[in-house]
């Protein structure tokens, strides 16, 4: 049974972990900070977006050679 508590300053979840795989209790703790962190962000979607494409264009920089080389010919 999942139990949540809550004050002013925090919110306490509780959830069995029994049947739970490590990966899958680490992929959403993992989410929980992620969404935690962009909540307290001041990024503009703007400025949000404009990181998204440098990183992207810088990702596909990196990794080009790795699909153009295994294109069928």
């Known amino acids: ?7 002013q300053d925090e919110i306490r979840v509780h959830i069995p972990t029994r049947d739970m ?3 899958a209790t680490n992929a959403f703790v993992d989410w929980l900070r992620v969404e935690t ?3 307290r962000s001041r990024l503009t979607d703007a ?15 990196r990794n080009q ?9």
């Open 1 to 7: 049974m999942i139990t949540v508590e809550a004050n």
């Open 21 to 23: 795989p490590a990966e």
């Open 37 to 39: 962190a962009a909540r």
């Open 47 to 61: 400025a949000a977006k404009a990181l998204a494409e440098d990183i992207n264009a810088d990702w596909w920089a």
């Open 65 to 73: 050679a790795r699909f153009a080389a295994a294109k069928p010919q």
